[in-house]
């Protein structure tokens, strides 16, 4: 073994509060598509309960590995944001509401601080991979069996949600499932069986994200392969494309049907409409936005607190804000310009530290792509900002990301002081 290695082998030593931290990411990361899943148990909800317990177990967590988290100005603006939404309560913010939008930076901070080798990133990925056994396997299941949730939009299409809550939040869960597959296949060079077992999962997940017909998740899966196959590998983006354009050939209706929203155009007009096409989404956005423009400058500034987005307009009886289906248009209202603003520094920063972090080649592209995709997705719906169970799994991975960067700086270290030794 090359001194490098064990100089980072005993600087990465298991004490008891960091097995502790494994322990409870674990959990969280087996039992969060699980729970995704089995989402109710009477008028219990199972996604509610779960999240805020988990959250509470990896503040157990946080706080016996206090001496292993690292500030940086990621963290600074999350501890920053966090802040201003427990300031919201003074302004009308709904306690839940708060919650939801501040633990699912949790799993980055507990993730950053326990994972310190490649062994443990592996590790938690395969855990990941066995809760998704259960929700791939089974809603494959109750697809084919014609017991699954099935509803019926715009497209006309059968929309299957398998085990989830919904179509969207099956859709998405699906989606991150590639994610942390291509994140696997970067960190682990062996284990065969285990990359077999991912795979076949990974096309039981694009079976799934098929049969919701969630136009976000095709985007964004279409944004984060094509992108990261492009850099990645140019034969398989090739092959990527070329299978594309063939199922666009030669099922151009069906998927200009699902598209354009073909039977949702109003039969009373033969034009293009793009606000039929988008489900409605432009009107949504010109309601709210012309709402918002109503406030005055403090609400402006603050927002009508957390959990008020669907409520009444504030000063009115009859008026309502619609939902938006763009998380930044829910953060403006929900937190003003303000919240707004300081989320999207959060963004900023974790891009450029995708950027200038020391991590390898590979993995600064995976970070990126992945990015780039949410951002996206969370422009045209609610997907990783207002969605907890989704914004939990996205900072853990986050999370994951940047402990790769200290993995790879204490290697480096490690190898520079090994260099004397060799001469």
């Avoid at 009115?316 to 953060?331: E, K, P, Q, V």
């Amino acid at each position: 073994m090359k001194l490098s290695q064990l100089v980072l082998k005993d600087e990465c030593k298991r004490e008891m509060p960091t097995l502790v931290g494994l322990t409870i990411l674990g959990i969280f990361l087996f039992l969060r598509p699980i729970t995704v899943a089995f989402h109710h148990i009477g008028n219990i909800s199972i996604l509610d309960l779960y999240g805020i317990t988990i959250s509470y177990l990896i503040i157990l967590g946080l706080l016996l590995n206090i001496k292993q988290i690292r500030l940086d100005s990621t963290s600074l603006l999350i501890i920053l944001f966090s802040f201003y939404c427990l300031m919201s309560f003074f302004w009308g913010s709904d306690y839940r509401d708060v919650v939801r939008m501040i633990f699912p930076f949790l799993p980055f901070f507990l993730t950053k601080a326990v994972v310190c080798d490649k062994k443990s990133s592996i590790f938690i990925l395969e855990i990941l991979t066995w809760g998704y056994l259960v929700s791939i396997c089974g809603s494959i299941a109750m697809i084919l069996l014609g017991v699954s949730e099935t509803v019926i939009t715009g497209s006309m299409v059968e929309r299957q949600s398998g085990l989830s809550a919904g179509v969207h939040t099956q859709g998405h869960l699906m989606l991150f499932f590639s994610f942390s597959f291509a994140l696997y296949c970067l960190l682990e060079k062996e284990k065969r069986y285990m990359k077999l077992i991912m795979f076949l999962l990974f096309f039981g997940s694009l079976f799934c994200i098929l049969k919701t017909y969630t136009r976000t998740v095709f985007l964004g899966g279409i944004i984060f392969w094509f992108s990261y196959l492009f850099w990645r590998n140019r034969r398989l983006f090739l092959c990527l494309l070329i299978l594309s354009l063939v199922i666009i050939f030669f099922k151009f209706n069906d998927v200009k049907k699902i598209v354009i929203q073909e039977e949702a155009i109003s039969s009373s007009s033969e034009r293009f409409d793009i606000n039929d096409v988008s489900s409605g989404r432009i009107w949504l956005w010109k309601h709210n936005l012309e709402l918002f423009a109503e406030l005055p400058l403090t609400k402006k500034l603050l927002g009508v607190g957390l959990g008020n987005e669907l409520k009444r307009f504030p000063g009115t009886i009859s008026r309502m804000w619609a939902g938006s289906h763009n998380d930044y248009l829910s953060l403006t209202i929900m937190t003003g310009i303000i919240g707004l603003l300081l989320y999207l520094m959060i963004y900023g920063s974790v891009f450029f530290l995708f950027l200038s972090a020391p991590l390898s080649k590979e993995i600064r592209l995976f970070g990126i792509c992945v990015f780039i995709s949410v951002i996206v997705m969370n422009f045209v719906s609610n997907s990783y900002i207002v969605r907890f169970q989704m914004a939990q799994l996205l900072w853990f991975l986050i999370g994951l990301i940047c402990a790769q960067g200290k993995i790879e700086s204490r290697l480096h270290q490690a190898e520079n002081v090994a260099k004397p030794e060799r001469i």
